[in-house]
């Protein structure tokens, strides 16, 4: 491999850097805890340049950090928490969003939303930032997570289900009302 | 949970593809049938803005965060220190008596830089040709063995032999028998940096890395004046130079240039150029004959 004139922790930086916040929002949403997130991005860098030799220029080096940040994510949530997620149903609940559609309030803070997507299983929540904030397709949110194309689908549908759910919360607070509810 | 009801079916397997829609996920075919039905279909069209409102609601939420300057600060640390290779000073007894030679001309040589500041940039003068040929060897050292992290991979000797090639993979064996016992042969493999091909063996211990670097020449050869030159023992003059924490040697024959680059101290890199430097030479010239 030859970069020209650059050396390679120049192409490093040129290359990675660039992608740092988004890398590190991300982080920030699926962990839940901004000082942990700052963890798992400052190593998710420092396995990036160790395998810098195998990334290919020209490549997508959006999507490869983003694999990396995944992995050292999801290394460190089996330390943390020594359990296995939670595995739903998700043929199931996938046939339950065709259904119900909850109201979402059109006037809603950030922070509402955040803490709405706060309260959603993390395996809900890492695709919806992945798909809707940071417009990976189906099929780059799977490789970034290791599952499998489907599941992304019914993650992303069932975890949009839940956000609503969570938001419609707020919609009482405003008055909102679905109707076929009664008031 | 309260469930509504579609009386339309049609509605129900739209609303399944409205997520899918609205990643842009959709096959064409149905992309079309979904837009279609949005024409006659209030209900749908409100759902889907009702997505879409919330899909840009939770982005411009979360894209309001940006990574604190300490992290960039802490990462662009990170990548600085893991360019330096730790310098120990190792002694150890070599056995070739070349380096009796070597270890006397060492003591004329005093104006080998060292102790700079860590950067491994080589600065050679212009005019200094000596300086450029060394500095051939030295690239690609840092190139391959430390910002590449070559000297952190465990090759077989199969996979050495492979990737050297029947030509060179007998240096292998070669370079094995005469450096220090603490030394293992880790890489050997062919790389290539700035346009040009080399036969790379990269050595290490606990702390230290030792690359043998060979290329063939280029229309280049070491000034026969160089004052540099300060071996004669081995079968012809070794050229040293120094930059940041790393050690060169450098010798030629007739179509090679062959470098000894390490993080060891100026008198042991010596040391073992001296002792590779007459092998290397003998197994170089059966192939260039």
């Known amino acids: 491999m030859i970069f020209g004139q650059r050396t390679p922790t120049e192409e490093f930086e040129s290359a990675a850097l660039p992608h740092l916040n988004d890398l590190y929002r991300t982080a920030a949403r699926v962990i839940g805890n901004r000082s942990e997130a700052e963890d798992l991005v400052q190593e998710a860098y420092l396995q990036a340049w160790k395998s810098f030799h195998r990334f290919e220029p020209g490549t997508n080096c959006r999507a490869w950090l983003f694999k990396i940040l995944f992995h050292v994510i999801q290394h460190q949530r089996r330390k943390w928490y020594k359990s296995k997620l939670v595995q739903e149903d998700e043929e199931m609940l996938l046939q339950d969003t065709v259904a119900y559609e909850p109201p979402v309030p059109q006037q809603l803070s950030d922070e509402e939303v955040l803490a709405a997507l706060e309260k959603i299983s993390v395996q809900y929540r890492e695709v919806l930032v992945l798909a809707d904030v940071q417009e990976f397709s189906y099929k780059e949110v799977a490789a970034t997570l290791g599952v499998p194309v489907g599941t992304v689908m019914s993650r992303l549908s069932r975890g949009r289900k839940l956000l609503r759910e969570e938001l419609s919360a707020f919609a009482e607070g405003y008055g909102i009302r679905e109707k076929g509810k009664s008031a | ?289």
């Open chain 2, 1 to 289: 949970m309260k469930v509504i009801n579609f009386e339309d079916s049609r509605c129900r397997r739209i609303r399944s593809y409205l997520d899918s829609y609205l990643n842009n996920e959709l096959m064409v075919e149905t992309n079309h049938e979904v837009l279609t039905h949005f024409e006659t279909c209030e209900a749908c069209s409100r759902s889907l803005e009702d997505r879409a409102r919330l899909k840009a609601q939770l982005k411009r939420a979360v894209m309001q965060e940006y990574a604190p300057v300490a992290l960039r600060e802490r990462i662009g640390r990170d990548l600085r220190r893991s360019r330096r290779f730790s310098i120990n000073t190792l002694s150890f007894s070599i056995a070739a008596a070349a380096a009796v030679l070597v270890i006397a001309a060492v003591t004329l040589l005093t104006s080998t830089p060292t102790g700079k500041p860590l950067s491994l940039q080589a600065e050679v003068a212009p005019g200094d040709l000596t300086g450029k040929l060394l500095k051939i060897g030295f690239d690609d050292h840092v190139f391959c063995a430390i910002d590449h992290q070559l000297a952190n991979k465990q090759f077989t000797p199969e996979q050495m032999s492979e990737k050297l090639g029947p030509e060179y993979a007998g240096l292998v064996a070669l370079v094995k028998e005469r450096m220090p016992r603490n030394y293992a042969v880790v890489v050997g493999h062919r790389c290539h940096y700035q346009r040009r091909e080399f036969i790379h063996l990269i050595m290490r211990n606990q702390n230290d890395v030792v690359s043998l670097v060979i290329t063939r020449k280029n229309g280049e050869a070491f000034p026969t004046d160089a004052v540099a030159a300060i071996a004669q023992a081995a079968g012809g003059p070794i050229y040293p130079a120094a930059w940041a924490n790393q050690q060169v040697a450098g010798w030629e024959t007739r179509d090679h240039l062959i470098f000894v680059v390490s993080n060891e101290t100026k008198d042991t890199n010596l040391q073992i150029a001296s002792t590779l430097a007459l092998p290397v030479r003998d197994f170089l010239a059966r192939l260039e004959s």
